[in-house]
Nanobody, 126 residues
Framework: VQLQASGGGLVQAGGSLRLSCAASGLTFGSGNMAWFRQAPGKEREFVSGIDPWNGKTYYADSVKGRFTISRDKDKNTMYLQMNSLKPEDTAVYYC????????????????????WGQGTQVTVSS
């Protein structure tokens, strides 16, 4: 299984970026997929996730209303549209996937995911 994250970059506060996560070797839609991020000196944190069965989406409170997660099953790709970016959104963003569906209460835990992408840097300047 390979997850390839891309789309990061440098943007001014208030700007937008769209991250992509291309999955190969994975049965798309069999397990949860999610985005996490890790800022320097901080733990990796859940940003957003998507249920593999019903497509329901979940967001951290810090990004709710600004970020949108989506997936394209035909392209085996997951996206994260990030709008109204803030300097505190600066981090390395990782996509993650599970082989099987997990209960909602566990989907925020990084340790619950089987596969990880290499990360893409997002830097938001003030």
């Amino acid at each position: 299984v390979q997850l390839q994250a891309s789309g990061g970059g440098l943007v001014q506060a208030g700007g937008s970026l769209r991250l992509s996560c291309a999955a190969s070797g994975l049965t798309f839609g069999s397990g949860n997929m999610a985005w996490f991020r890790q800022a320097p000196g901080k733990e990796r944190e859940f940003v957003s996730g998507i249920d593999p069965w019903n497509g329901k989406t979940y967001y951290a409170d810090s990004v709710k209303g600004r970020f949108t997660i989506s997936r394209d099953k035909d392209k085996n790709t997951m996206y994260l549209q990030m709008n109204s970016l803030k300097p505190e959104d600066t981090a390395v963003y990782y996509c993650a996937a599970r082989n099987r569906r997990i209960i909602i209460s566990a989907m925020h835990q990084a340790g619950a995911y089987d596969h990880w992408g290499q990360g893409t840097q997002v830097t938001v300047s003030s």
